[in-house]
């Protein structure tokens, strides 16, 4: 008598992922009994965010090198709305993953260190020469290396979620790239102020990977019951901001950058002052 064996379909998945040039991703996540379990496979959905904010920083890239510099700076600031969604996506769908985590690092090294560099040096820093690749560098090493510090305090529970240690890599490129779109709207040409924006680029840089803290957001709650108003707000927001994006983004981030400082210095200032005697 013949024996009828069950077809297993993950057979033929077996059989397709090895005819295949490109290894399977395997990742290994602790269960709840504290062992590890095997995952194949990465999770669709906000790794697709994180591809699209990449496409946007590459775009940006390329559209530089064309001459396109408002068309970049507008991309630049499409990769950070991306940015914001795959997390937020991931934590939501319960998708969170290292292989996510690593992903969308390097996305943003690219969306808002190594595009904004090099939207920067074509626009303006070119004129400078060797001065100019400075400028470009730092900012491009700050991005770097607040990303790796960022990455090494993830899951870091002594960290204060309410702020960052440092201007963060899409704030600091919403900085430059709006400063190259707003000015590219006035007609200005980077050339004419080389040395001015060289200094505000790399001062972005600096800020990246200084100890001053900023306003994360992250404690509020956007899932839960608000007044009526606050959606008129929102909407009052985003009319203001369409009427001059360029202008008024710049502003809103500039704003943002001077935040920290202003911050630290105020608190410095507080612990000057002498404690009244009893």
Known sequence: MIEKHEHDPKDDMDAAHAMLPIDEHIEEVPGPDGKKIRHRGIYLLPNLFTTAALFSGFYAIVS???????????????????????????????????FGAEFDSLSDMVAFGVAPALVVFSWALADLGKVGWVFSFIYLAGAALRLARFNTHIGDESEDKRF?????????????????????????????????????????????????????????????????????LVVLVFA???????????????????????????????????????
């Open 64 to 98: 530089a090198m064309d001459g396109n510099f408002a068309n970049a700076s507008i991309a630049i600031f499409v990769a950070m709305v991306l940015d914001g969604l795959d997390g937020r996506v991931a934590r939501m769908t319960n998708t969170q993953s290292a």
């Open 164 to 232: 960052f240690t440092g201007l963060a890599s899409p704030s600091a490129a919403g900085l430059v790239a709006g400063m190259v779109w707003a000015l590219s709207d006035f007609g200005v040409d980077g050339g004419d102020i080389s040395f001015l924006v060289g200094v505000l680029t790399a001062l972005a840089g600096l800020l990246m990977v200084s100890n001053v803290r900023y306003y994360s957001f992250k404690d509020l709650d956007l899932k839960g019951r608000v007044p009526f108003f606050v959606i008129l």
């Open 240 to 278: 203001i901001i369409s009427t001059d994006p360029s202008r008024i983004l710049w502003f809103i981030f500039i704003a943002y950058t001077v935040s920290g400082p202003i911050q630290a210095l105020w608190r410095w200032r507080s612990k000057q002052k002498p404690t009244p005697e009893a």
